[in-house]
Nanobody, 115 residues
């Protein structure tokens, strides 16, 4: 299976920014989707944003206009630039990978936004 390693979480004040990154182990399938989900205590894990190997992106309505997902295919890395952070964005953010044969998750990185 693909291994995912995340970084970039932290503590930030409302209105601030963070950039998350996730690097996947080398894969042979060229068509895939990577992205980010998040989970706050007591809540279900929810989609934040995804991006295909071809660069097509999808965002949750709650983050549209504030977050930007991108990827570097050569480095097997996906990024999430988070601007205008709100306390409601506080959660553990999980990197996500899906191709024709598997779905995998990173270990999670904590994002905390203070009011």
């Amino acid at each position: 299976q693909v291994q995912l390693v995340e970084s970039g979480g932290g503590l930030v004040k409302a209105g601030g920014s963070l950039n998350l990154s996730c690097t996947a182990s080398r894969k042979t399938i060229s068509i895939d989707i990577m992205g980010w989900y998040r989970q706050a205590p007591g809540n279900q894990r929810e989609l934040v944003a995804t991006i295909t190997s071809g660069g097509r992106s999808n965002y949750a309505n709650s983050v549209k206009g504030r977050f930007t997902i991108s990827r570097d295919n050569a480095k097997n890395t996906v990024f999430l630039q988070m601007d205008g952070l709100k306390p409601e964005d506080t959660a553990v953010y999980y990197c996500y990978y899906r191709d024709a044969s598997e779905v995998n998750w990173g270990q999670g990185t904590q994002v905390t936004v203070s009011s």
